[in-house]
Nanobody
């Protein structure tokens, strides 16, 4: 069974870069046809898709976050990483990593990790 686990700092200062890693077990991030995604949920709001890195290594980002977002992977560690630059308090959210299939159905989710942006 595929399991995902987010890790990273829970507190980031404004203007800094938020960096989170998702470690995948029970399956390879290069397996067709999974899209390894980052999603967040700000307090009191709905889920917001941030972007993904595909099994092939290609990436796709939300237009509203594209200028600040980078998603990369380390296939030797079976991990993928989110970097979100120039954060503000509006980036405070629970961040999830997830695996999506073609068509947008999310098959696996991590438990989520709270990230607060505050000085």
């Amino acid at each position: 069974q595929v399991q995902l686990q987010e890790s990273g700092p829970g507190l980031v200062k404004p203007s800094q870069t938020l960096s989170l890693t998702c470690t995948v077990s029970g399956g390879s991030i290069t397996t067709k046809y999974h899209y390894w995604s980052w999603i967040r949920q700000p307090p009191g709001k709905g889920l917001e898709w941030i972007g993904y890195i595909a099994y092939s290594g290609s990436t796709n980002y939300s237009p509203s976050l594209k200028s600040r977002t980078s998603i990369s992977r380390d296939t030797s560690k079976n991990q993928f990483t989110l970097q979100l630059s120039s954060v503000t308090p509006e980036d405070t959210a629970v961040y999830y990593c997830a695996a999506a299939r073609p068509g947008g159905k999310y098959e696996y989710w991590g438990p989520g990790t709270q990230v607060t942006v505050s000085s």
